[in-house]
T-cell receptor
Framework: QKEVEQNSGPLSVPEGAIASLNCTYS??????FFWYRQYSGKSPELIMS????GDKEDGRFTAQLNKASQYVSLLIRDSQPSDSATYLC????????????FGTGTRLKVLA | GAVVSQHPSWVICKSGTSVKIECRSL??????MFWYRQFPKQSLMLMAT?????????EQGVEKDKFLINHASLTLSTLTVTSAHPEDSSFYIC??????????????FGQGTRLTVV
């Protein structure tokens, strides 16, 4: 069973702090990784995609990928109350397939 | 760009009736669309992969006769929940990949459909 695991949280951080969200995956053949944000009752929206080992930065967001250790993380700098949401990690199942596996999501609360 | 529109946003139906949900890619062609179901406080569970002009591929445990998927064009896929029951009440979400882009690129999500069966 190929799995993507996340801590369900809630992860509470004060406003302005760095929020760190982690995700591990079991399929070593996975090649593309995505972070989505989902507000309650809404559909997921893409925040970041990452394909290579290392860091990828986009504004306040940094995705980190370590394929050897099979984890991917998302850092949110200068967290804002509007960042409060559930963050879903999605992993593409491997070469040639279009399917994602989603983690259960981490609920983030940014305290004003 | 890359907008996926899902309709309706919410629907209430009586037990035993059928409900159709539409998923449209508004500004791009989508060779492949995906249908997910999400129960409260749970993650998205892939139900089926819908390919234009061919039969959908269902995930293990998803009843293909109950969840009918049609992908008649490059911009429209439909999910019909047949003989709906209260346990089918859930949040149904579609997503689509842009035709011509790689298999490992991101998918874009519709806004979801909240189905309540009474």
């Amino acid at each position: 069973q190929k799995e993507v695991e996340q801590n369900s949280g809630p992860l509470s951080v004060p406003e302005g702090a760095i929020a760190s969200l982690n995700c591990t995956y079991s399929d070593r053949g996975s090649q593309s990784f995505f972070w989505y944000r989902q507000y309650s009752g809404k559909s997921p929206e893409l925040i970041m995609s990452i394909y290579s080992n290392g860091d990828k930065e986009d504004g306040r967001f940094t995705a980190q990928l370590n394929k050897a250790s099979q984890y991917v993380s998302l850092l949110i700098r200068d967290s804002q109350p509007s960042d409060s949401a559930t963050y879903l990690c999605a992993v593409n199942q491997g070469s040639g397939t279009y399917k994602y596996i989603f983690g259960t999501g981490t609920r983030l609360k940014v305290l004003a | 760009g890359a907008v996926v529109s899902q309709h309706p946003s919410w629907v209430i139906c009586k037990s035993g009736t059928s409900v159709k949900i539409e998923c449209r890619s508004l500004d791009f062609q989508a060779t492949t669309m995906f249908w997910y179901r999400q129960f409260p406080k749970q993650s998205l569970m892939l139900m089926a992969t819908s390919n234009e002009g061919s039969k959908a591929t269902y995930e293990q445990g998803v009843e293909k006769d109950k969840f009918l998927i049609n992908h008649a064009s490059l911009t429209l896929s439909t999910l019909t929940v047949t003989s709906a029951h209260p346990e089918d009440s859930s949040f149904y979400i579609c997503s689509a990949r842009v035709k011509g882009q790689g298999w490992n690129t991101e998918a874009f999500f519709g806004q979801g459909t909240r189905l309540t069966v009474v």
